[in-house]
């Protein structure tokens, strides 16, 4: 089994379009995160839910709205997708907030906005 | 600012070559260390961790990172790459009076000779 697994794994689309990316995760953790990885493969946090309640949000454009309907799940919107919106996008997950647990990376999704 | 920063972009070794991937921090007090690999079209896998105590920690595959509080800077290191070791590496940090947000550095790409 997967301990976080995210889907699509990759995905193509148009600008002005909306898509979602989910992620789930089986470890029993609290805490879920998106990562943002762009075409410098730099990361950068853009959410982190703690059981299912928002704990961090970064200076990202309001099209992106994070999801969780529970503590496994992860899901993020984009609406009106823009061609710098193109990157990998990672979805990660620890035990709990403070940092001293540890975090799990799921295998990522790469979008393409053409 | 503060700030995780590896000062190497690229770095070249032959197979069978010793390597040591510089990693510093720039955060008042002693953050939670972590060293992640990244292979071509992967995920982040974690080598290793460093929260306390002995200040050399052993990680996988082979790898190691000392923590040096007077250098503020925590290297990876091991005695001698595989050509599968060909990776981007990354050192990130969660500042000790943070949320849980897991902060990286830019990345240095090993490439290994044969």
């Known amino acids: 089994d997967t301990a976080v697994s995210q889907t699509p794994k990759y995905l193509v689309t148009q600008m002005g379009n909306d898509k979602s990316i989910k992620c789930e995760q089986n470890?029993?953790?609290?805490?879920m995160y998106w990562y943002k990885q762009d075409s410098k493969k730099f990361l950068k946090i853009m959410f982190s839910?703690?059981?299912?309640?928002?704990?961090i949000n970064e200076t990202v454009p309001n099209r992106f709205s994070p999801k969780s309907p529970d503590k496994a799940h992860l899901n993020l919107h984009i609406n009106s997708l823009e061609l710098g919106d193109s990157a990998v996008y990672f979805c990660?997950?620890?035990?709990?907030?403070?940092?001293?647990?540890?975090?799990?990376f799921g295998s990522g999704t790469r979008l393409t906005v053409v | 600012a503060q700030s995780v920063t590896q000062p190497d972009i690229h770095i070249t070794v032959s197979e069978g070559a010793s390597l040591e991937l510089r990693c510093n921090y720039s955060?008042?007090?002693?953050?939670?260390l972590f060293w992640y690999v990244q292979s071509p079209g992967q995920g982040l896998q974690l080598l290793l961790k460093?929260?306390?105590?002995?200040?050399l920690v052993q990680g996988i595959k082979g790898f190691e990172a000392e923590f040096k509080r007077s250098q503020s800077s925590f290297n990876l290191r091991k005695p001698s790459v595989h050509w599968s070791d060909a990776a981007e590496y990354f050192c990130?940090?969660?500042?000790?009076?943070?949320?849980?947000?897991?902060?990286f550095g830019q990345g240095t790409t090993l490439q290994v000779k044969p």
């Open positions: 990660a997950s620890s035990q709990a907030t403070g940092g001293n647990y540890g975090y799990t």
């Open positions: 470890l029993g953790h609290d805490t």
């Open positions: 839910y703690n059981n299912k309640e928002l704990i």
């Open positions: 955060y008042g007090a002693t953050p939670y």
């Open positions: 460093y929260f306390s105590g002995d200040t």
């Open positions: 990130a940090v969660v500042p000790s009076s943070n949320t849980g947000k897991l902060i």
